[in-house]
Structure formats: structure tokens, C-alpha cells
């Protein structure tokens, strides 16, 4: 499993594009072969803040979703609406197994 939280800080006056490009692109990535699960997350408590919580059955498919025609035209789409350039965090799955996440 590859995981990773993609955190995202939005100019205010950006946050309602940024999250009707998102949310193309994430209604694409979960449809990808090798694409676990893709949430877009918004702060309760700081709207212009943004997770994306990326879960992919391996690297390859990580890097594969990086050349999909979705995700370049999200990526150039939302490049200016960002207050700073977005930090991934990578994480390792503990639970659940990975069973628990592919089906």
C-alpha cells in the first residue's frame, strides 16, 4: 500500500473552484484500477485548509495517477488558487491489512 495526505492551504477567495476541480478529480481517481481510496477532506475549523487522503495498491499506481489526464488538468487547474505549494505526507498502513482495503 502507498498512503499519503496531500495538505492544501487555499486563497479564500479560491476555496469554491478549488473544490469543484477537486472533486472531478477525485470522482476519476477512485475510479482508477489501482486507486484504494480518495477522500477530499475540508478543516472544520480553517475552511482554506484541504486533505487529500490517497491510498494506492502500490507506488506504480501512485505514479500512474500522476499522469492521468484528470489529475494534470486538476494540478494546472487549482495551481494558483493555493495560499502556499501543497505538501504530501506519507504514511504506513498499519490497520487494516491490506485485504482490509483492496477488494
Do not use: C
Not at 492551504?9 to 484500477?33: D, Y
Amino acid at each position: 500500500m502507498h498512503i499519503v495526505h496531500v495538505h492544501i492551504h487555499v486563497k479564500a477567495e479560491s476555496v469554491e473552484s478549488f473544490i469543484q476541480a477537486t472533486l472531478q478529480n477525485a470522482s476519476k481517481s477512485v475510479k482508477e484500477q489501482g486507486v484504494a481510496r480518495f477522500d477530499v477532506l475540508q478543516d472544520a475549523r480553517d475552511f482554506t485548509h484541504f486533505v487529500l487522503v490517497e491510498v494506492y495498491k502500490t507506488q506504480d499506481d501512485a505514479l500512474k495517477h500522476k499522469e492521468t489526464e484528470h489529475y494534470l488538468t486538476w494540478r494546472d487547474t487549482v495551481s494558483d488558487m493555493m495560499e502556499e505549494p501543497r505538501t504530501g505526507v506519507p504514511y504506513k498502513n498499519l490497520f487494516p491489512d491490506e485485504d482490509g482495503w483492496v477488494s
